[in-house]
């Protein structure tokens, strides 16, 4: 955590949210223009304060909030959104820039144990049964929207000495998915992984960093834990980076069995689970390989690893998760 002295929105906190800020502000996080802040009060109380960056739009902002509150509502979880003073949600804290203050909720992130694994799982079955409808809460998530951007952003860097081989395998995977479309769609968090995982001192785990969610594929949720929780490496390239992952039968089947024991899968689902788990990783390889041409180093090792994730979806492992899926 950074401490920044006197920044220039901390007046209007204190503004609109009727609150004395005691100390001064840290810094929990920085991605992609957004920074998020930790603020102390003298009225005792702890905010986070997250301040977004001009180029994402007011409609999703006001999203953003409105999945607090609806989770809130429904007892899950989750930060609770803090409103102005004038029963606001969000705030302008510079001109076409808005932001939003949340309860700061103590606590560490979990070592992903099986126990851990299972509560996720139960916590991804509640989401997932709670807003079943557009009705029950409109936001959206097109995420197979981005697929064609993902395409193009892979074969943008074929020619890269490093990397071409790579995002030319990317680009390939994601033009010959299955058709998603036909999966159920429910309320997605689609940024499932132990950073966004907190446990209280009391024990309590929440989930965090709602800034994405809305209505979606449900099982894209479920692909991103099996994919990044429930592999183990089994190779690895000359320069000591893994670039094949087998899935462990009793992590995946733990997870799965967790889940179903809220919200069963369709049948469709069990049938391109393993179709979704290449659709993630693969979007996430092309993001973060078109950064690392940019700018090395700033996915931390992240492009490699979801390429490798892809790349170990064989057909044998396809089918072997549908299995494992039925059976759960």
Not at 109 to 130: C, F, K, S
Not at 251 to 260: D, G
Not at 263 to 287: D, H, P, S
Not at 291 to 312: C, F, K, Q, V
């Amino acid at each position: 955590m950074t401490a920044i002295n006197n920044p220039e929105w901390l007046p209007l906190v204190a503004e609109n949210y009727g609150v004395k800020v005691q100390g001064v502000p840290l810094l929990l996080n920085e991605r992609e223009g957004q920074r998020v802040f930790r603020v102390d009060t003298h009225e005792g109380n702890t905010l986070t304060v997250r301040l977004c960056s001009p180029e994402r739009p007011y409609e999703r902002v006001l999203a953003d909030t409105a999945a607090l509150l609806y989770l809130e509502e429904a007892g899950f979880p989750a930060p609770v959104l803090r409103q102005t003073q004038k029963g606001e949600s969000i705030f302008q804290w510079q001109t076409g820039s808005w932001g939003y203050v949340h309860t700061f909720i103590k606590g560490e992130n979990p070592e992903m144990d099986l126990p851990t694994l299972t509560e996720l799982a139960t916590l991804l079955g509640r989401l997932h049964t709670l807003a079943k409808s557009k009705e029950t809460f409109s936001a959206q998530v097109d995420w197979l929207a981005e697929l064609p951007t993902a395409i193009q952003r892979a074969e943008s860097c074929a020619n890269d000495p490093k990397w071409g081989t790579l995002a030319i395998e990317v680009a390939h995977t994601l033009q010959s998915l299955p058709d998603l479309k036909v999966l159920p769609c429910g309320l997605i968090h689609t940024d499932v992984h132990e950073g966004n995982l907190l446990r209280t001192p009391e024990g309590k785990l929440y989930l965090l960093d709602w800034e994405d969610t809305g209505q979606g594929e449900m099982i894209f949720d479920l692909a991103l834990v099996l994919g990044w929780n429930c592999v183990w490496p089994i190779s690895k390239n000359l320069n000591g980076e893994v670039n094949r992952y087998d899935f462990d039968e009793e992590w995946s089947l733990t997870f799965l069995k967790a889940y179903q024991q809220v919200r069963r899968l369709t049948q469709t689902e069990a049938r391109l689970l393993g179709a979704a788990i290449r659709f993630v990783m693969g979007w996430f390889a092309a993001r973060d390989i078109a950064r690392e041409i940019t700018e090395p180093g700033i996915s931390e090792g992240l492009a490699y690893t979801n390429w490798a994730i892809m790349h170990s979806v064989s057909p044998y492992w396809e089918k072997l998760l549908t299995q494992w899926a039925i059976e759960a």
